[in-house]
């Protein structure tokens, strides 16, 4: 007798995504010395850990079937707020981080409270919020503002062992948490059943009794504190805030959610897939880095290949799922006479 | 009265008082912001100004009202920009002589059917693969910036090529000479979309594709070309920032302008839930965004703050489209409707 692997197909996304990212370790592994090393894959979550935070956050609206575009400016903001009040006004990081974190949610249930009272379209709410979160940080200051706080300091450089010689930053730990509290949200609370739901088909939600108004406006809520956050860690990162920080960051972080296999029709899709997305995405800069010739810019167009691979992919799914669907419904009525 | 009803009920009305209003807001407050003087035998002055610098958004506007009213989106325009600049820099040369490595007319002409290869890219997607226009044009938007570094070898390439100044400098009858180019690409595309029936039939599609091809539209083919032809005007409007600049910065060229042509559109009277559009709505929706833009910069604010007005601005507009919007502002005057 044979036993057949049954893979859920609402699974393959995900696994194509990893078997993307292992083919892509093996020709790197193959093809440059050293790159097959267990640090260099840690540094794949501390170089990007400010866009693991993002992708949490953008996944769950693309999942409601919206979608966030203030992300990039809004973590600017934050690391302009941040250094601001660590620099100029002087305030300890107890205060610092609470206050920023508020201001992100604040931005972030504004754009929601607007979609959803107004029946306004997320893009262009959010293209809203996008214009005003850069403007802030230019009222803030047009100049870089660097950060010598020494707990900030500290963060920066602190460094986490873990298999023998090899370190992790505080960055990844919190974005590793974030992860984990995104997929628990995700897959075990009445909030995060609420986003599919919705994402599935918002008018069944209402009828369904869901608590489908205030839900959305917690995704852009929780979305605008994932965007604040990565503002804080990419502090952590670049010592400084800075207004241009962050330009197009909203394409990238849509880009690595789509390509961990996450419907931008909305209803399906997970965190999981997501950190799969943005591995993928460190791991195509670290190809061209160690590749040495090619422009760094190759990683935009690897980027954009990489998403219309996997948007025609889920448009072939759809097909077939839509076939199957009209065969189910010639052959359900026979059945029902019989 | 009813010559007034007659008035505001046309599309383009609010636009122009819109526009009026901010001019007379500058008229007031801004010193000398109506006075055109004629220096070295062309007009000189903020008006100029305005035009001309709104000369590359009227030419987005132009292409992205067409999508928007099929019920699309293109944001890659703003990175075709970058692509086209790109390409034209690329193929005229950084010769300090101001000698083109190649005729100046092939380098627009390959620069523009590049653009064009990437709206029928767009197209292809939207059309035929069936992909949703913002993530299909994402894609380009993404990648097209990478396209756009690739081709000037991420350095800013810089042009002393006199005649090809002309583009975005140069003056026409005391007029700048892009000011023309929009004219015309305006003047033909209304001509073709208000002359034939094809303007119809993108409505048609616009307000709902399925029905449109029960009766006989070729929903596909409309669709495709509407992106084909967004690449084009994001194309011209390219060559036009190329030689203003006298370089092309593949970073920085056509940044973030996708969203000023949509604001341009969207202020212009065309719903981004498609079906109607206005052209001449939407060249004043250009004109709109820039005259704020300068009044901004007129009252000595950075730049960059800019983006908190302009901000404020799509909120409005978009809030006044809202039918939830309206319904809670009129019951604030009284006005229910009796149950």
Known sequence: MKTKISIDPRNLPILVTLGLLVVMFAVGSVSFMGFLSPQNFLNLFIDNSYLLILGVGMTFVIISGGIDLSVGSALAFSTMLSSSLLQKSGWSPIFVIPTVLLAGIALGSFMGFIIQTFELPPFIITLAGLYLARGLCYVISIDTIGITNQFWQDAAHAEFKVFGNNFISPSVVIALAVVAAGIYIARSTKFGRTVYAIGGNEQSAILMGLPVARTKIAIYAFSGFCSALAGIVFTFYTLSGYALNGQNMEMDTIATVVIGGTLLTGGVGSILGTVFGVLVYGTIQVLIVFQGTLNGWWTRIAIGFLVFLFCFMQRIFEARKRKNKAKEKTLVPAAEEA | ?339
């Not at chain 2, 070295?40 to 709104?54: F, Q, R, T």
């Not at chain 2, 193929?91 to 029928?120: E, H, N, Q, R, T």
């Open chain 2, 1 to 339: 009265m009813a010559w007034l009803n007659v008035l505001t009920r046309r599309k383009i009305f609010w636009p122009i008082v819109a526009l009026a209003v901010l001019m007379c807001f500058n008229l007031f407050f801004t010193p000398n912001f109506f006075r055109v003087e004629i220096k070295e035998g062309h007009l000189y002055g903020n008006v100029i100004d305005i035009i001309k610098n709104a000369a590359p958004f009227m030419l987005l506007a132009l292409g992205m009202t067409l999508v928007i009213a099929t019920k699309g989106i293109d944001i890659s325009v703003g990175s075709i920009v970058a692509i086209s600049a790109g390409v034209c820099a690329m193929l005229l040369g950084g010769d300090l002589k101001g000698v083109p490595k190649y005729p100046i007319f092939f380098a627009m002409g390959a620069a523009v059917f590049v653009s064009v290869l990437a709206g029928v890219w767009n197209g292809m997607l939207v059309s035929r693969i069936g992909m949703q226009p913002i993530i299909a044009t994402l894609i380009l938007s993404v990648a097209g910036r990478g396209i756009a570094m690739v081709t000037t070898n991420a350095m800013i390439v810089w042009l002393y090529i006199k005649p090809f100044a002309i583009l975005g400098q140069g003056y026409l009858l005391g007029l700048p000479f892009s000011i023309f180019i929009v004219a015309g690409l305006f003047l033909l595309t209304a001509l073709v979309t208000r002359r034939t029936a094809l303007g119809l039939f993108i409505e048609a599609v616009g307000i709902n594709p399925t029905a449109a091809r029960f009766a006989g539209i070729n929903a596909k083919n409309i669709i495709f070309w509407v992106y084909a032809f967004s690449g084009l005007c994001a194309g011209i409007s390219g060559l036009i920032v190329c030689s203003t600049v006298m370089s092309a910065d593949g970073n920085n060229a056509g940044l973030g302008y996708e969203l000023s042509a949509i604001l341009a559109v969207v202020l212009g009277g065309t719903s981004l839930n498609g079906g109607k559009f206005y052209l001449m709505g939407s060249v004043v929706g250009a004109l709109i965004v820039q005259t704020l833009t300068t009044t901004i910069y007129a009252f000595n604010v950075p730049p960059e703050i800019a983006k908190v007005v302009i901000a404020l601005v799509v909120l409005i507009v978009s809030l006044l489209q809202s039918l939830n919007f309206r319904s809670m502002v009129a019951g604030l005057f009284g006005k229910r409707v009796p149950a």
